[in-house]
């Protein structure tokens, strides 16, 4: 499964910012998908996931209140918006598909197989 991440961009601290992770020609119905950021020098981390029914989802202490996962109700896409960016959310996102449905308790990379190329948020000083 491919998937592919859109959306990222330059936005001011305090601004918003929607990410979109789809798989062309395939539907993430049957998927759980996460969400990851890595900047530079740091470990990937996961932002947050969401299940293939959409009824459970899970964010990381650092984004929540701040930060939405969702899905489309055509099952194509895959959204995390984020709001009051901070400098600290500057990275590079990832979505990745996990193909057992679910949004694991544990936030390691293991559980996702396929992955996109990431999308660049840029926050300025």
């Known amino acids: 499964l491919q998937v592919v991440e859109s959306g990222g961009g330059l936005v001011q601290p305090g601004g918003s910012l929607r990410l979109s992770c789809a798989a062309p020609?395939?539907?993430?119905?049957?998927?759980?998908v996460g969400w990851f950021r890595q900047a530079p020098g740091k470990e990937r981390e996961r932002v947050s996931c969401?299940?293939?029914?959409?009824?459970?989802?899970r964010y990381a202490d650092s984004v929540k209140g701040r930060v939405t996962i969702s899905r489309d109700s055509a099952g194509t896409t895959v959204y995390l918006q984020i709001n009051s960016l901070k400098r600290g959310d500057a990275a590079v996102y990832f979505c990745?598909?996990?193909?057992?449905?679910?949004?694991?308790?544990?936030?390691?990379?293991?559980?996702?197989?396929?992955w996109g190329q990431g999308a660049q948020v840029t926050v300025p000083s």
């Open positions: 990745a598909a996990e193909v057992l449905g679910g949004c694991p308790r544990s936030s390691t990379i293991q559980p996702y197989a396929d």
């Open positions: 969401i299940s293939s029914s959409g009824g459970s989802n």
């Open positions: 020609g395939f539907s993430l119905d049957y998927y759980g």
